[in-house]
């Protein structure tokens, strides 16, 4: 079982930044994928961004690259979000989730665990 706790979510002005953190517990993320994932009011979860424990291969959101950065620490056990160039329609909850295995996923439905989310909301 892997418990995991995102943080780093506030209020930030358009063009700022945020750093959000996912920090795992019960298991190493040694075997898995983490991503995060995100979902605005009335809308439906969307893929942000993904990498590779193992290797530390990344992947994003084609609406995040370039913005967005995706990180690990091994010793800490945990996974980061730095979020630069923040725009009004990146406000969301973001949730952090980690998925079994070595493939990486944009489907939220193969991850198996989930953070409980952290809000961002972006003012213009």
């Known amino acids: 079982q892997v418990q995991l706790v995102e943080s780093g979510g506030g209020l930030v002005q358009a063009g700022g930044s945020l750093r959000l953190s996912c920090a795992a517990s019960?298991?190493?993320?040694?075997?898995?994928?983490a991503g995060w994932f995100r979902q605005a009011p009335g809308k439906e979860r969307e893929f942000v961004a993904a990498?590779?424990?193992?290797?530390?291969?990344?992947y994003y959101a084609d609406s995040v690259k370039g913005r967005f950065t995706i990180s690990k620490d091994n010793a800490k056990n945990t996974v980061y979000l730095q979020m630069n160039s923040l725009k009004p329609e990146d406000t969301a909850v973001y949730y952090c989730?980690?998925?079994?295995?070595?493939?990486?996923?944009?489907?939220?439905?193969?991850?198996?665990?989930w953070g409980q989310g952290t809000q961002v909301t972006v003012s213009s």
């Open positions: 989730a980690a998925a079994r295995g070595y493939t990486m996923t944009n489907n939220g439905a193969n991850y198996d665990y």
């Open positions: 019960g298991r190493t993320f040694s075997s898995y994928v």
């Open positions: 990498i590779r424990w193992s290797g530390g291969s990344t």
